[in-house]
């Protein structure tokens, strides 16, 4: 299932990193509880800006009081999380879906537009280079941050806190009753990609696995193929190719056969 954010579209309001959230969320809460597909058949699955909205999700569903998702505010306009109701909190929680899958993530927005290069060939703040100071007060301004790699630490962690979820018997795998995996966390990103660099992906590993993993993070002259599955955590697998393109989200989806929400 997809949707079309606020402003986007056929939907009325304007996007903001709340609204974005809350979207997305109400979506996730319509295919629980109205369409009645549970989480182990779902797959939060967000493309380029859709990585952050998928991100956030994931982190609502598991704490929706972490201090690192907009929280419901009585001064807000009427496009605000509090006055959408019930259709902007998790319906139950913590809750994990099945996956969790980010093709071109970027690790915050202030952090991508240092680096954005428009149509793969112009940087646009290039100019500001040779005052890093400028450019970090300028995106220091910047209402909308959108800390995806922040909130996939804190993801993982509160997974971690809640290791009995990480397992899941309403679907079992073939006839001896495997559990199923869930909250598995699958980031793709290619070295080719023009948009949003391979190397936010590097950040975004270094963040979620910590100092002691950093160094495997970075990517080589190969590609890249990180699969960690601790005990107690959840599975996290990063891959980094060298071609990439539109499909990718459609034939992951296919590969993994299971249903998906499209952030």
């Known amino acids: 299932m997809t949707i079309d954010y606020r402003g986007f579209g056929h939907s009325t309001g304007s996007p903001t990193e709340a609204g974005l959230i809350a979207d997305g969320t109400a979506l996730a809460n319509w295919v629980l509880q109205t369409a009645q597909i549970p989480a182990d058949r779902i797959v939060i699955l967000g493309q380029s800006l859709g990585t952050a909205v998928a991100s956030a999700i994931a982190l609502n569903f598991m704490d929706p009081k972490n201090e ?7 001064s807000r306009s009427s496009a ?6 019930n259709a902007a909190q998790p319906s139950q929680y913590p809750m994990l879906f099945a996956s969790v899958i980010l093709v071109a993530p970027f690790y915050s927005l202030p952090s991508l537009l240092l680096t954005y290069r428009l149509g793969g060939l112009v940087p646009l703040l290039a100019p500001l280079r040779p005052f890093p100071w400028l450019g970090r007060a300028l995106t220091s301004r910047m209402i909308d941050q959108w800390p995806t790699a922040k909130r996939l630490a804190a993801y993982t962690r509160a997974t971690s806190a809640s290791p009995h979820l990480l397992q899941s018997r309403n679907l079992v795998e073939y006839s001896e009753g495997t559990p199923k995996e869930m909250g598995v966390l699958q980031i793709v990103h290619a070295k080719s990609d023009m948009d949003i660099s391979f190397h936010q992906t590097e950040m975004i590993c270094a963040e979620v696995f910590g100092e002691d993993r950093a160094e495997q993070c970075v990517v080589g002259d190969d590609e890249l193929l990180m699969d960690v599955n601790e005990q107690g955590k959840p599975r996290v697998r990063l891959q980094v190719v060298e071609h990439g393109g539109e499909l990718a989200p459609f034939l992951l989806s296919l590969g993994l056969g299971l249903g998906g929400i499209d952030c």
């Open 68 to 74: 690192l998702l907009p929280q419901p505010d009585s």
């Open 80 to 85: 605000s999380l509090l006055n959408l109701g």
